[in-house]
């Protein structure tokens, strides 16, 4: 069995990056202006007039930022190399197909099949701490399968498959479309259930073979 | 190096009435009148999003249902993009560059005459689609296909949408074609390309990107349009992504030609209301040939979910924005240190684009990383993030023009203090609207959505954003009233009622039909100001000294 990717734990690691260098440099412009604004209001009716000095200061702070910009790519380039990572052998597989306006999830290898119905949404039954590889398409126009618990989100196209895997920690969560698709997009939710490995395999086990359950909400 | 008036024209006679105002070739009534119109439409927008703003503030759906809404949120988005900041930046560019450059005209006035009609043509083609059976137009500005296909979008409406694009995608291109040519060709014979104010720097650059990338989405749109008439473009299965591209490949250039003229005006404000020569010019102009050029090969950072292009050579090139972005930067606190700072209402607007830009300019960064995107793409998030850019950036510098420069199209004055009762009125409201939009996308919001439940916990940062949303439309009322005051009691104002640099401030307000009697000296990006100095040396020491 390969590592899990834990897209929540490397998305926060590398928001903790980027996020305090934000901050930063927007209380370093923030202060500065602040404090220009006070030490050089006008007082009487002197022109300084100013002149071009050689470029030599903003040629080194250019550096600087591209220093800057370098390290951020590196932090980034190594977390994605790891969150689109696609592992050959997964140990669950859930095929998803989205549509105006709903959620099919089948699992394949048992041949079970969940979908939503008018008043409820589908549940995405998994297990936590298992690497659960998706295979996601769209019937019809573009949708992107979100889960804002784990941080990720793929876009689903017609007459196209996408590959991804995901880890969860968590027990619930609830699933969006995040891409806009028409006039029930906002309510084109999913319920997110992780639940121990083995209790997901009784669930499954239990679940009816061929044609389409209801929401698959476990007991 | 006198220019003059009138040698410029031959042939009939200036029109009267109706046909001069409908007809008039003169490069500052065409501007005018594309500003105007361009105002009209984002008080328009602006009711779009109200409407949408008090329908969040609940969950549930009181005010308006999914169809109209989603109607909304599309025509308010193609509104403030198409209709409204890319003309304003081009009608600025249109009014004040001749002015810069010391032209009589702009070049080939009667191709930027057309291309105004045609964006107000446009304008008026998409409006129209209200009026139809299916309603307006609803796959977002961005229509996407196959949403924006007839199977999954049928009807006339979002047909009138289309071809109100295409149009004002031609008429935007017509208008940044002449404003190049004037830069280029029509300078004064003193105004070297190192002379040019900043402004009309970064009006070159617009103008660039204009016309490289505009023609694409005219294209896109066409193609679109045929499809949906049933030609089937789009309909491989690559054709969803290559929508994408050609829109994306508008799209982002689009979202500087909405930043440049802006950073312009800002360069120009700021040097003017510090007193100071704008500082780091020459690395200012570098840092915007650079970021021109990148800004032609970022557009799929906006498709890094897709999973169909090279997310780490466009989050690359869109991270290394920041290098050109921070020089812009640079330069301007390089101007305001050792300044002689003058808080009016146009250096006000100024700086609340510098700083609540760069909120939006930082949160840019992050969804410049894939990984971060993954999650903040499509989200309230990145609402917040364009609307800091946008809104808080662009806008606030639109309203800086406005101020500084409405002396010169009317020879009258707005008033000062008014002006600080709307910047105050419009800071706090938009910092409310937009900053918790960056927490609701971050909890998990969709962006497009009329309604959220209950339980999603979204309710709180909803009403405060819509508490925001009316007081910018206060503060927008304050403006207006602003207006109406300078016309029913007119305070004056003069030639140079801010002590200019650039040549615009050389000749009355409002300039006579061909710009200038006779031009100064133009000895360099501050002519004005030299002459200035000229007659009034600063101090050779002093308490404060000239910075660098």
Known sequence: MEALVDTREEFQDLWQVYLPIGVAVAAIVFGLVLFTLVRYRRRGDEVPGGREGPPIVEGLYALVLAGVVVFLLAMTFRTDDRVIEVSADPDVEVDVTAFQWGWRFTYPDEDVTVVGDDRRPPTLVVPLDTTVQFTLTSRDVIHSFWIPEVRFKRDAFPNRETRFDLSFEEADGTGRCAEFCGLAHGEMTFDVVAMARDEFDDWLRTQRRGGEIQHGEPS | ?548
């Open chain 2, 1 to 548: 190096m006198g220019v003059e008036a009138g040698t410029a024209v031959a042939g009939r006679a200036p029109a009267g009435g109706l046909l001069a105002w409908i007809a008039t070739t003169d490069h500052k009534r065409i501007a005018l009148r594309m500003a105007v119109v361009a105002f009209g439409f984002f008080l328009i927008g602006g009711i779009f999003a109200l409407v949408m703003r008090s329908e969040l503030a609940d969950p549930g759906l009181q005010l308006v249902g999914r169809d109209t809404y989603n109607q909304l949120f599309t025509m308010h988005g193609s509104t403030m993009v198409f209709l409204v900041l890319t003309p304003l930046a081009l009608a600025l560019g249109t009014y004040i560059v001749p002015l810069q450059v010391g032209a009589a005209d702009i070049a080939a006035p009667r191709v930027t005459l057309a291309g105004h009609w045609l964006v107000l043509a446009g304008g008026l083609t998409m409006y129209s689609s209200f009026l139809t059976d299916h309603g307006a137009g609803k796959a977002g500005w961005t229509a996407y296909y196959p949403l924006s296909g007839n199977s999954a979008t049928p009807g006339t409406g979002m047909d009138l949408w289309v071809v109100g694009v295409i149009l004002v995608g031609v008429g935007l291109t017509l208008v940044a074609g002449c404003l190049l040519a004037t830069i280029v060709r029509l300078r004064a014979p003193q105004m070297t390309m190192l002379r040019l104010p900043v402004f009309s720097w970064t009006m070159l650059a617009t103008v660039l990107m204009v016309v490289m990338s505009v023609p694409v989405l005219a294209v896109g749109m066409a193609l679109l349009l045929a499809d949906r008439l049933g030609a089937s473009v789009y309909e491989s299965s690559g054709g969803p992504i290559a929508y994408q591209h050609l829109f994306w490949f508008f799209g982002h250039p689009a979202v500087y030609i909405m930043f440049f003229p802006f950073l312009g005006i800002t360069a120009d404000v700021v040097a003017t209301f510090a007193r100071k020569r704008f500082t780091g010019y020459r690395p200012l102009i570098v840092a915007l040939i650079a970021f021109t050029g990148l800004s032609m090969s970022v557009w799929a950072h906006h498709m890094f979910t897709t999973d169909q292009v090279a997310n780490k050579y466009f989050s690359l090139t869109s991270t290394a924005l920041v290098v050109a972005a921070g020089t812009e930067y640079f330069a301007i606190i390089a101007t305001l240190i050792g300044g002689s700072i003058l808080l009016r209402t146009p250096m006000l607007f100024a700086l609340g684009f510098f700083l609540q830009f760069l909120i939006g300019g930082l949160s840019g960064v992050i969804v410049a990383s894939p990984p971060l995107d993954y999650h903040a793409h499509d989200s309230y998030f990145v609402v917040a993030h364009f609307h800091y850019t946008l809104f808080a950036g662009s806008l606030f510098a639109g309203f800086a023009a406005a101020y500084y420069w409405f002396p010169k199209w009317t020879g009258l004055m707005l008033r000062d203090s008014l002006g600080k009762v709307q910047f105050a009125l419009m800071v706090v409201g938009t910092n409310l609207t937009f900053f918790p939009m960056f927490l609701l996308g971050y909890d998990g919001m969709p962006r497009r959505v009329a309604d959220y439940a209950p339980e999603d916990g979204f309710t709180d940062l909803n009403r405060l954003s819509t508490l925001g949303s009316f007081l910018i439309a206060l503060g927008v009322a304050a403006f207006l009233w602003n207006l109406i005051l300078a016309y029913r009691r007119p305070v004056p104002a003069g030639d140079d009622p801010w002590e200019g640099h650039s040549l615009e401030w050389a000749t009355s307000s409002p300039p006579p039909r061909y710009n200038f009697r006779s031009l100064p000296p133009i000895t360099s990006h501050a002519p004005l100001l030299d002459r200035r100095l000229e007659a009034k040396p600063p101090p050779k020491r002093g308490r404060r000294r000239v910075a660098r």
